[in-house]
């Protein structure tokens, strides 16, 4: 599997952003797919996941209600809309899938990962 995400580039404080995250050789629907985030200095943190059988999504504290997942799957592409964007959503944004369909918050239960792609929000 090989996960490549796009979409970050510098937005003014309120203003949005789409990242996408296109996986080639998705091994079946029963994976999920996350998006994390690392900002300088800090540990990597979930953002918001997506499960590709069934579409359930979760999403972390700081962000729901501004950023959006959802999925293509004809596109094999899962989407990050990201509204109502602050400073401290700077950061190098990932994507990253994992076997099984639980939308997992830890890093470390992610089978493969993307290159980064960096969201600076000014102030």
């Known amino acids: 599997v090989q996960l490549q995400a796009s979409g970050g580039g510098l937005v003014q404080a309120g203003g949005s952003l789409r990242l996408s995250c296109v996986a080639s050789?998705?091994?079946?629907?029963?994976?999920?797919t996350g998006w994390f985030r690392q900002a300088p200095g800090k540990e990597r943190e979930f953002v918001a996941g997506?499960?590709?059988?069934?579409?359930?999504?979760y999403y972390a504290d700081s962000v729901k209600g501004r950023f959006t997942i959802s999925k293509d799957s004809a596109k094999n592409t899962v989407y990050l809309q990201m509204n109502s964007l602050k400073p401290e959503d700077t950061a190098v944004y990932y994507c990253?899938?994992?076997?099984?369909?639980?939308?997992?918050?830890?890093?470390?239960?992610?089978?493969?990962w993307g290159q980064g792609t960096l969201v600076t929000v000014s102030s």
């Open positions: 990253a899938m994992r076997w099984g369909s639980t939308i997992h918050t830890s890093a470390q239960r992610y089978n493969w």
């Open positions: 050789g998705r091994p079946s629907n029963d994976v999920a």
């Open positions: 997506i499960r590709w059988s069934g579409g359930n999504t």
